[in-house]
């Protein structure tokens, strides 16, 4: 093949390869317009739905939901709601609920209410750094309350008597969240359930051979006090422990819980219509420690069972029913009748006891069942206090400004001397003896007393007021020491007017 004709075969292939592109990009043209058109049908379509319907619009997106954050709840408190309410408190409720009168169930949930107040003092405490007494004693007043209302309910159902002990035994037992006031925490919540020991035991008695499962009602709620001892002693082994590096109790709050979020939300789309025949009730709440106090703070529908008392039975206002001496029954719920209330009882348990010198005073405070407690070396310049003890034994050597005791019950005290006086108020049953000199015995307000008095102490003066059954022991004339004679101290006095004044003498029997 020549070489115009090469040139020529290769200029024929070159076209027939243009055509084909040309060809190729002239389809995806097409499709490209195809497409194009649809597109704007489409557009047009919708732009005519947006004239027809000039009311309708877009909604805009709806902003960033917000962003709670709360604070984690702390392991002490935790642990209480898996210790305490739902190991212990919940099964005690359920049979509690299965076997228990109306009155009684109504006590048992002033006593649940009581553990969830403690919770939330137990929730503060973690938070907060240790307050002063005032402001605890504010943090302990709920607690107080509730304890009061437990106990005008044992008050109130002393009708009940087939179930007074189970009311005794809850009464006296809710005294045991008074730990959070004392030092050792376990011991005080084992000495409550020694405490209502009595008590249940008689429910075990009264009714083993009618039902057993009030042996089961006593076990479970000796089980809330043991998961109290054994909480307490795993996280407040020494008392209630504060966060020292927490807020202030002033700056607390019930929840610490605040949502961090963007601009506002729009306002809710308008409820669905109701259906037919639902009830507009509201939603039961979640279980766990959540229902348990849920059913309890109620509010005001404690109050909705109640009604208001016609005219026509009230005895004061109508004569006949005075004399029947008895009120017609109604339809409706009976009123209950008002609930003294009682005395307050205090929140704390058993204090500390004391027993140290501060400055020149010998302070002893709340000492118990002490045999032989002994002040050594006592100074001329020193004051012995003594305060709320009980069963107690005292020995001061030396010589000492004074002695005081005050509402100490069955106390002894030995004394070498007093420069002053020895003091002796609200003390029953208490013992003094001086084996050296004293110059005056005080006493006031008490009931039962023994003084031994030395050769040396025959001059002092002893002062009663308002006293009762107290013997003075003196020692025998010739007799070896340790040999006394015991007189009494007269308590009848006679009282005459002469020369217009109040002459007053003791009586004296004869024979």
């Given at each position: 093949m020549?070489?115009?004709?090469q040139?020529?075969y290769?200029l024929a292939?070159?076209?027939?390869?243009l055509e084909?592109?040309?060809s190729?990009?002239?389809?995806?043209?097409?499709?490209?317009?195809?497409?194009h058109?649809?597109r704007q049908?489409?557009?047009?379509v919708t732009?005519?739905?947006?004239?027809?319907?000039p009311?309708?619009?877009?909604p805009?997106?709806p902003?960033?939901?917000a962003?709670?954050?709360?604070?984690a709840v702390p392991r002490?408190?935790?642990?209480y709601?898996e210790?305490?309410?739902e190991?212990?408190?919940?099964?005690?409720?359920e049979?509690?609920?299965?076997?228990?009168p109306?009155?009684?169930?109504?006590?048992?949930?002033l006593?649940?209410?009581?553990?969830?107040?403690?919770?939330?003092v137990?929730h503060?405490a973690?938070?907060?750094r240790?307050p002063d007494q005032k402001?605890f004693?504010?943090?302990?007043?709920?607690l107080q309350?509730g304890?009061?209302?437990?106990?005008?309910?044992?008050?109130?159902a002393?009708?009940?008597?087939?179930?007074?002990?189970h009311f005794?035994?809850?009464?006296?037992?809710t005294?045991f969240?008074g730990w959070?006031?004392v030092?050792?925490?376990?011991?005080?919540v084992n000495e409550?359930?020694?405490s209502t020991a009595?008590y249940a035991?008689?429910?075990?008695?009264d009714?083993?051979e009618k039902?057993?499962r009030?042996a089961?009602?006593?076990?479970a709620?000796?089980g809330?006090l043991d998961g109290?001892?054994?909480y307490?002693?795993?996280?407040h082994t020494?008392?209630?422990v504060w966060n020292a590096?927490?807020?202030?109790?002033?700056?607390?709050?019930?929840?610490?819980?605040?949502?961090?979020?963007?601009p506002p939300?729009?306002?809710?789309?308008p409820?669905?219509?109701?259906?037919?025949?639902?009830?507009s009730?509201?939603?039961?709440p979640?279980?766990?420690v959540?229902a348990?106090f849920a059913d309890?703070?109620r509010g005001?529908?404690?109050t909705?069972g109640l009604?208001?008392?016609d005219?026509s039975?009230?005895?004061?206002?109508?004569?006949a029913?005075?004399a029947g001496?008895?009120v017609p029954a109604?339809?409706?719920?009976?009123a209950?009748?008002?609930v003294?209330p009682?005395?307050?009882?205090?929140?704390?348990g058993?204090k500390?006891?004391k027993?140290a010198?501060?400055?020149?005073?010998w302070?002893?405070?709340y000492q118990e069942?002490e045999?032989a407690?002994e002040?050594?070396?006592?100074?001329?310049?020193?004051?012995?206090?003594l305060?709320?003890c009980?069963n107690?034994?005292?020995?001061?050597?030396g010589?000492?400004?004074a002695v005081?005791?005050v509402?100490?019950?069955?106390t002894?005290v030995?004394?070498?001397?007093?420069?002053?006086?020895?003091s002796?108020?609200k003390s029953?049953?208490?013992?003094?003896?001086?084996?050296g000199v004293?110059?005056?015995?005080q006493i006031?307000?008490?009931?039962?007393?023994?003084i031994?008095?030395?050769k040396?102490?025959?001059g002092?003066?002893?002062t009663t007021?308002?006293?009762?059954?107290?013997n003075v022991s003196?020692?025998?004339e010739?007799?070896e020491?340790g040999?006394?004679?015991?007189q009494?101290?007269?308590?009848?006095?006679k009282t005459?007017v002469?020369?217009?004044k109040?002459?007053?003498t003791?009586?004296?029997?004869?024979?």
């Amino acid at each position: 093949m020549t070489s115009s004709a090469q040139g020529l075969y290769s200029l024929a292939t070159l076209i027939k390869r243009l055509e084909a592109i040309t060809s190729r990009l002239e389809d995806v043209e097409d499709s490209r317009s195809a497409g194009h058109l649809k597109r704007q049908s489409t557009s047009t379509v919708t732009s005519a739905a947006v004239v027809e319907t000039p009311s309708a619009s877009t909604p805009p997106p709806p902003p960033p939901p917000a962003i709670e954050v709360q604070a984690a709840v702390p392991r002490a408190v935790t642990a209480y709601d898996e210790i305490v309410i739902e190991g212990k408190l919940k099964p005690f409720l359920e049979i509690n609920k299965a076997i228990a009168p109306p009155p009684l169930t109504e006590q048992v949930d002033l006593f649940a209410k009581v553990l969830a107040t403690l919770r939330s003092v137990l929730h503060q405490a973690a938070a907060c750094r240790k307050p002063d007494q005032k402001a605890f004693d504010e943090i302990l007043s709920s607690l107080q309350t509730g304890i009061e209302s437990v106990t005008r309910a044992k008050e109130a159902a002393r009708k009940e008597r087939d179930w007074f002990n189970h009311f005794t035994v809850i009464a006296d037992g809710t005294a045991f969240v008074g730990w959070v006031t004392v030092d050792k925490p376990g011991p005080y919540v084992n000495e409550i359930k020694e405490s209502t020991a009595y008590y249940a035991n008689r429910i075990l008695k009264d009714f083993k051979e009618k039902d057993p499962r009030h042996a089961e009602w006593v076990r479970a709620f000796n089980g809330v006090l043991d998961g109290m001892k054994r909480y307490v002693m795993e996280f407040h082994t020494t008392g209630l422990v504060w966060n020292a590096s927490g807020i202030l109790v002033s700056e607390y709050k019930s929840s610490r819980s605040q949502p961090v979020s963007g601009p506002p939300p729009p306002p809710p789309p308008p409820p669905p219509p109701p259906q037919a025949g639902s009830a507009s009730s509201p939603a039961a709440p979640a279980g766990g420690v959540a229902a348990v106090f849920a059913d309890l703070n109620r509010g005001a529908d404690v109050t909705k069972g109640l009604r208001k008392v016609d005219k026509s039975e009230m005895t004061h206002k109508n004569p006949a029913l005075r004399a029947g001496s008895v009120v017609p029954a109604s339809s409706g719920v009976a009123a209950k009748k008002p609930v003294k209330p009682t005395k307050p009882q205090a929140l704390m348990g058993k204090k500390p006891s004391k027993f140290a010198l501060e400055g020149n005073k010998w302070i002893i405070e709340y000492q118990e069942n002490e045999s032989a407690l002994e002040v050594a070396n006592a100074d001329i310049t020193q004051v012995i206090n003594l305060f709320a003890c009980k069963n107690t034994t005292v020995i001061i050597k030396g010589k000492v400004n004074a002695v005081t005791l005050v509402n100490c019950t069955k106390t002894s005290v030995l004394v070498e001397s007093v420069v002053s006086s020895v003091s002796i108020t609200k003390s029953p049953s208490f013992a003094l003896q001086i084996t050296g000199v004293a110059p005056t015995i005080q006493i006031d307000s008490t009931d039962s007393g023994q003084i031994y008095l030395s050769k040396q102490c025959l001059g002092v003066e002893i002062t009663t007021a308002k006293c009762s059954a107290i013997n003075v022991s003196l020692p025998v004339e010739g007799e070896e020491d340790g040999v006394f004679e015991e007189q009494a101290m007269p308590e009848m006095l006679k009282t005459m007017v002469q020369n217009g004044k109040l002459v007053t003498t003791i009586v004296e029997h004869a024979g």
